[in-house]
């Protein structure tokens, strides 16, 4: 298709589809790029609109006329982007680099337009006489600050540097990734039959599948984590665990054309650069900024918090999984190859939680109901089926009505195939708005559920259920005026709220009873089972928060001090200092730390699992102190201070409005059992 004729391009066109929904029917992978390059172009001439208005800037001609440009992109993108996510194929996956490519080519011209920012500055200097409402002056403060984070109030050469490291960290995370992939792909251990004779049939699976990837024909062990961590646990072979457990955690770190030392080197330097010529002490200072966190020593206060209890929890278990090795005539101290495998031992004696008498009863179609119906009882939702053409037969879509409104359209696409990539999110095809227009959100959960069995889950796969859908309540019940602080448009350190704070639904007796029921007999969950359940959540707590903790503490000190010569001496010494047992390796070290490295999403923002499941456990604190689950006072609250919020405060006020002060840890450190 030529780019000149597009007039039949889906896409480009008016949609008159239920609720405006993507036509998936009649869009094509082709139909993309042509559209993309149009509609980036188009955006680009309506911003130069904006320049040439000669009139004084102000909030409408200058703000509202900015956000309501580029809406065919946004449409083009939130589509493409689905369906590469959900349902890809080799074109698509081209198409990704061609969409990564060009959005961050229109972003830059965009961001470095010195007209466009000028005018966003004088309406900030002006907005005293603009008469603006909160919310109003809430977007104002982020628009310009998200200019002023991309370097435009910059000048001459210190604009041009800071292009500069743009591009250069850019192009030097690609590569970590791609380190990181080569030495995952590179690596395997070909194991024999006496070998897998001793570990359990799940993992002698994988393992032949890996070996079939690989095209060898026996089962073999890589480092990919999902084979790793089960083989750790399961391996009665010492000397085996010990060789993958070395090989995995020397990930990024062999030296030669792969270096990821040097690359994390590189980055830190820049990266402090880069927030030097904005004006900030560090890099973590420019990265909390804007985070709920607000500063790196916020940040630390909560780690070294946590870092005590969990400590203590992992120092006891040591000394037990020691003796549990001594047991077994190994007389060595235990290593990190060891750990794993011991804890697995002390979970079948002490849990007796086999997982497959579990999960008979967590059927994904009575799971799908409990989450209606905790949304229906907490805020008083409707999930009406709602028959339109979506981009795969798997897909399910509900019309989500209240008070017989239509408020959202809720899409559940929940089964894994080879098309999806892996993970479960939650993503919405567009944002509530009111601004130009009313819009309802049409928002879509994507999980990889086996549809084997009749689609029956484990216990992990429910709870995944209910974090999506604690995501997609955020955008579901968002009430706000501009998309760009609609939902889950919020702090990174923030956003896991809601869906981790919906988890606590799932573990409600009342809520299992009704809907966790056995596929065949429909007896319903017993209560020891429950509560073993539950009891096991919290079990080896202590590994699990040091090595978490461990990495986060090299992230925050590594993007917080002056750049050292040597990285992984500094971060032995960071460990060296923490007293972490000797046992306990860092989740991520350096040289295999894609969160920080490989982009700088998590770039000093490890931490921000935690800060969210800190405030989790004290907001699902408040309905207990209610002593109802559903108390319908808390959840108004909860829904007219966080969910419908968005990001229309900073989230510390939003916080305060529900709970009436800052969160507190100690529910958390409850809550992981390190008590
Ligand atoms: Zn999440």
Redesign the pocket.
């Known amino acids: 298709m030529a780019l000149s004729d597009q007039s039949q391009n889906p896409l480009l066109g008016k949609w008159e589809t239920q609720h405006e929904i993507a036509p998936f029917n009649v869009i094509y992978d082709e139909h993309f790029q042509p559209a993309l390059e149009i509609a980036c172009s188009e955006a680009l001439l309506e911003v130069e609109e904006i320049i040439k208005n000669r009139n004084e800037p102000t909030f409408e001609n200058t703000i509202e006329a900015l956000l309501s440009t580029g809406q065919v992109l946004d449409r083009i993108v939130s589509t493409f982007y689905t369906i590469a996510g959900a349902h890809t194929n080799k074109k698509r996956d081209e198409l990704l680099l061609v969409f990564s490519s060009k959005l961050s080519d229109h972003n830059t011209n965009i961001y470095s337009n010195t007209e466009l920012f000028d005018r966003i500055d004088r309406v900030v200097e002006t907005k005293h006489l603009n008469g603006l409402d909160q919310e109003q002056d809430r977007v104002l403060k982020l628009i310009h600050r998200n200019f002023v984070r991309s370097g435009a109030a910059l000048k001459g050469q210190n604009k041009t540097r800071f292009q500069d490291i743009s591009k250069q960290l850019a192009v030097i995370g690609t590569k970590f990734s791609q380190n990181l992939l080569s030495d995952e792909r590179d690596w395997f251990m070909k194991l024999n039959q006496e070998t897998l004779e001793l570990l359990p049939s799940f993992l002698v699976e994988a393992l032949k599948q890996a070996g079939q990837e690989r095209g060898v024909n026996d089962p073999v062990l890589t480092l990919s984590r999902s084979l790793i961590t089960p083989f750790l646990q399961f391996c009665p072979d010492r000397e085996l665990r010990k060789i993958a457990y070395i090989a995995w955690i020397k990930r990024g770190a062999n030296g030669g054309t792969r270096d990821n030392v040097k690359l994390a080197h590189q980055t830190l330097k820049l990266r402090a650069e880069m927030a030097k010529l904005l004006g900030f002490e560090s890099y973590s200072h420019y990265k909390l900024d804007t985070e709920m966190a607000a500063s790196p020593e916020n940040v630390e206060k909560l780690l070294k918090k946590v870092w005590g209890p969990a400590r203590k929890v992992a120092i006891r278990d040591e000394a037990h999984l020691t003796s549990m090795m001594r047991d077994d005539d190994v007389n060595d101290t235990l290593k990190g190859w060891d750990w794993r495998f011991y804890a697995e031992r002390r979970r079948l004696k002490e849990y007796d939680l086999d997982e497959e008498s579990v999960k008979p009863f967590f059927q994904l179609d009575n799971l799908i109901n409990a989450t209606f119906k905790c949304a229906a009882k907490l805020f008083g939702l409707e999930f009406s089926p709602l028959d339109i053409p979506l981009y795969h037969e798997d897909c399910r879509a509900w019309t989500v009505l209240r008070k017989g409104k239509s408020i959202a359209v809720f899409i559940g696409d929940y089964f894994s195939r080879p098309s999806k990539r892996s993970g479960a999110?939650?993503s919405a095809m567009r944002s509530q708005a009111k601004f130009p227009n009313e819009q309802i959100p049409i928002v879509i959960n994507v999980c990889n559920f086996s549809r084997l069995d009749n689609a029956i889950l484990s216990f992990e796969d429910a709870r995944t259920l209910f974090?999506?859908f604690?995501?997609a309540l955020h955008q579901i019940l968002s009430d706000v005026t501009y998309d760009i602080i609609s939902g889950t448009s919020v702090a990174r350190d923030f956003?896991?709220l809601p869906?981790?704070l919906f988890e606590h639904w799932l573990e409600l007796p009342e809520v299992l009873k009704e809907f966790a029921r056995h596929c065949e007999t429909g007896e319903t969950l017993p209560e020891e089972m429950l509560s073993s359940i539950l009891e096991a959540s919290t079990f080896d707590m202590g590994f699990q928060t040091t090595e978490y903790l461990a990495s986060a503490f090299v992230d925050l000190y590594l993007h917080l001090e002056e750049t050292p010569v040597d990285i992984l001496e500094r971060q032995d010494q960071i460990l060296h200092q923490l007293k972490i047992p000797s046992s306990i390796g860092m989740r991520h070290s350096v040289p295999h730390f894609a969160h920080v490295f490989s982009g700088s999403g998590y770039a000093s923002g490890y931490y921000s699992y935690m800060w969210s499941e800190v405030m989790d456990a004290d907001a699902f604190a408040a309905f207990e102190e209610a002593k109802d689950p559903f108390d319908p006072v808390v959840a108004k609250s909860l829904e007219k201070n966080i969910l419908a919020a968005g990001g229309s405060e900073e989230p510390a006020i939003l916080y305060k409005r529900f709970r009436g002060r800052l969160p507190d840890p100690s529910a958390m450190i409850k809550a992981r059992g390190l008590n």
């Open positions: 999110w939650c974090h999506e604690g995501h956003v896991e869906s981790q």
